[in-house]
C-alpha cells in the first residue's frame, strides 16, 4: 500500500503529531480543520460564519495540495459545538461544494480543540495516486 503525506502552508500547519492529510489506496484523508488562519495561527475573528469560511477555506487548500477538488469529496463530517448553529454551518459548507454532494454526518461535541465552534474533515477520491 502506498500512503503520500499532504502539506500545504495554505492551511495551517498541524498542532500535533499527525498530516494535514494522508493518500493511501486512491483515497485522501484529511484531518479535522478548524479555523484557523494558516498565517496568524489563531482562530479567525468573529463567529460561526467567520469560523466556518475559514475552515472551508483550509479544507479546500488541503484538497487542491492533493490534486482534489469537492467533486472528489466522498465523505465528510462536521463537529460542531452547538448544534444550533447547523443552518449557518450548512448554508456556508453547501456554497463551498457548489453541485457536489457527498455523504456527510454532522455530531455536536462539547468542545473542539482551540475553542473552536466548528470542525470538518473530509475523505476525498484522488485519481492518479
Keep these: 500500500m502506498s500512503i503520500r503525506q499532504i502539506s500545504t502552508d495554505n492551511a495551517p500547519a498541524a498542532i500535533g503529531p499527525y498530516s494535514q492529510g494522508i493518500i493511501a489506496n486512491g483515497f485522501l484523508f484529511t484531518a479535522g480543520q ?6 496568524a495561527g489563531q482562530i479567525v ?21 492533493a ?9 465528510t ?23 457536489a ?7 455536536q461535541v462539547p468542545g473542539l480543540p482551540r475553542g473552536a465552534l466548528v470542525e470538518i474533515d473530509a475523505v476525498a477520491v484522488v485519481s492518479g495516486s
Design 34 to 39: 478548524i479555523a484557523l488562519d494558516p498565517k
Design 45 to 65: 475573528a468573529g463567529g460561526i460564519v467567520e469560523q466556518t469560511e475559514r475552515v472551508m477555506e483550509n479544507l479546500q487548500e488541503v484538497l487542491k495540495a
Design 67 to 75: 490534486g482534489a477538488s469537492w467533486g472528489d469529496v466522498v465523505k
Design 77 to 99: 463530517t462536521a463537529y460542531l459545538h452547538d448544534l444550533s448553529n447547523f443552518p449557518v454551518v450548512n448554508e456556508i459548507y453547501g456554497k463551498w461544494l457548489g453541485s
Design 101 to 107: 454532494r457527498p455523504a456527510r454526518s454532522t455530531v
